[in-house]
């Protein structure tokens, strides 16, 4: 595509910024918020079924968003009786989740022969525009940052329900603002991830990024482990394991590496490679 | 819709039409986004030690725990905001080597179920005003040794965090109690 806007931050001359000072390019994906709610849901007390052999996934829509597309999204929660300790990463062992399908967020509760007591399940849900699943690389420039003075021009757009003027210099409000850095995606998509010596074949320790440098990224779990076999495959978990990973990571120019913490680290995730350096002061 | 609704950008995906709906952007949408002319600077590199080196007894049935600030910052955001933290070890004490050029986002395992110690870890999180990181141990039980020494200042990191411009849905959390 030939045509399109660009934007840079205030003090950067737009024709030699690095992608990361870019505050708008009109060929990317951002980090745009589709829906931010609140949920409070009540769940019943439920009698234990009669056998292990018997045992059921019960499903209780927290939010439906109707993206046809498993979105990216975050979410954390606690319930009356406790926190949810199954959102932890160790969560596939766990009696309740919360997970996206490509129309509707739900909470995902295990039913076995101890049944199930009655607990409200509260807590934040944030939707994105990104389908993280799908494989996603956006243009890249990868020039050296030049500088420009400092103006008082530039552009800013309001945000639907932001509550501030176009002017202001406020820190919230406005979707685009030269004067702010705005975080843009670089990829995102699935993979399946390994730091087995012997991993199977077409498995990796690495997510290829080609960023240029080390850069910022967010992770979370997919295709969940199902001990029960329901399909409800392609899952996706997001939560604190968003903000965790039980591995520690190294960079280079075009992968991120993972090895796990004491124990192997491995399974299918999806993941966004953000053009936000990890390194850089900008 | 309001009238405000009627002002904006959007951009379909390629090879899209604007009609079908599904854009990739859309300037009424809230973005993440880090406000850098503000003080103190909300995207910044900080060098720090992991902090004390905490003595604690290990005791012979409940763990002994200790925590302590190492770093605030007041954020000025009228909520707890949504940050991204990337802890990237420089240098460890003698038996960490592997951890040397590695990072961590949000947080950082120093001692990991450590058998004979315990579990050790830096922190990022917020609260209505500020944005910390804290220095948190464990001791583990039933190795009642005596008292154990933890790793805090052998390790070195540098930190690299951004406060975001909308609400936090995670604030943070201590990953060892």
């Not at chain 1, 039913?111 to 607990?119: D, F, K, L, N, P």
């Amino acid at each position: 595509m030939d045509t399109g806007a660009v934007f840079a931050q205030d003090g950067v001359d737009v024709r030699n910024a690095a992608d990361y000072q870019r505050v708008l390019d009109s060929r990317w994906r951002f980090m745009e918020v589709e829906y931010d709610v609140s949920f409070n849901i009540g769940l019943p007390a439920v009698a234990g079924v009669a056998t292990v052999a018997d045992r059921y996934f019960e499903k209780t829509l927290v939010y439906t968003h109707a993206l046809g597309k498993i979105p990216f999204f975050e979410t954390d929660a606690v319930s009356s009786i406790g926190t949810l300790q199954q959102l932890d990463f160790g969560f596939w062992s766990s009696t309740v989740g919360i997970y996206a399908d490509a129309d509707t967020v739900f909470l995902r509760r295990l039913i076995s022969t101890g049944g199930a007591v009655a607990e409200t399940i509260s807590g934040r849900l944030r939707v994105y525009n990104l389908p993280i699943l799908e494989a996603y690389a956006a243009p890249k420039t990868f020039i050296q940052s030049g500088s420009s003075p400092e103006a008082n021009t530039g552009i800013q757009f309001l945000e639907e329900s932001g509550g501030v003027s176009l002017g202001d210099a406020s820190s919230i409000g406005f979707s685009i603002d030269t004067r702010k850095k705005i975080l843009s995606v670089h990829r995102h998509g699935q993979v399946t991830l390994s730091d087995s010596l012997t991993p199977p074949a077409g498995v990796t320790d690495a997510i290829f990024h080609d960023v240029g440098y080390p850069p910022t990224f967010l992770l979370a779990q997919t295709n969940i482990v199902d001990p029960l076999a329901v399909d409800y495959d392609p899952l996706i978990y997001i939560g604190p394991n968003m903000n965790y990973i039980p591995a520690k990571i190294s960079s280079d120019t075009s992968y991120l590496h993972f090895k796990g913490i004491q124990a192997s680290f491995g399974g299918t995730f999806g993941y966004i490679i953000l053009k936000d350096p990890v390194e850089l002061q900008q | 819709m309001s009238f405000r609704n009627d002002f904006g950008i959007a951009f379909a995906e390629d090879n899209k039409d604007m009609s079908d709906g599904r854009w990739r952007f859309d300037s009424r949408k809230p973005k993440w986004a880090v406000d850098v002319k503000v003080d103190p600077p909300r995207l910044r590199i900080v060098t720090m030690d992991g902090g004390t080196k905490f003595v604690l007894q290990q005791p012979p049935a409940t763990p002994n725990t200790a925590i302590e600030t190492l770093f605030q910052q007041e954020h000025k955001m009228p909520f707890p905001p949504a940050f991204l933290c990337f802890f990237y070890v420089t240098d460890v004490p003698p038996g960490h080597s592997a951890d040397v050029g590695k990072y961590q986002n949000n947080i950082l395992d120093m001692n990991y179920n450590n058998i004979s110690l315990g579990q050790e870890a830096l922190f990022a999180t917020v609260d209505d005003t500020n944005f910390y990181i804290k220095h948190a141990a464990k001791t583990n039980v039933d190795f009642g040794q005596g008292p154990s020494t933890f790793s805090g200042s052998d390790f070195k990191v540098r930190l690299r965090f951004e406060i975001l411009n909308l609400r936090a849905v995670y604030l943070g959390r201590n990953p060892i109690f």
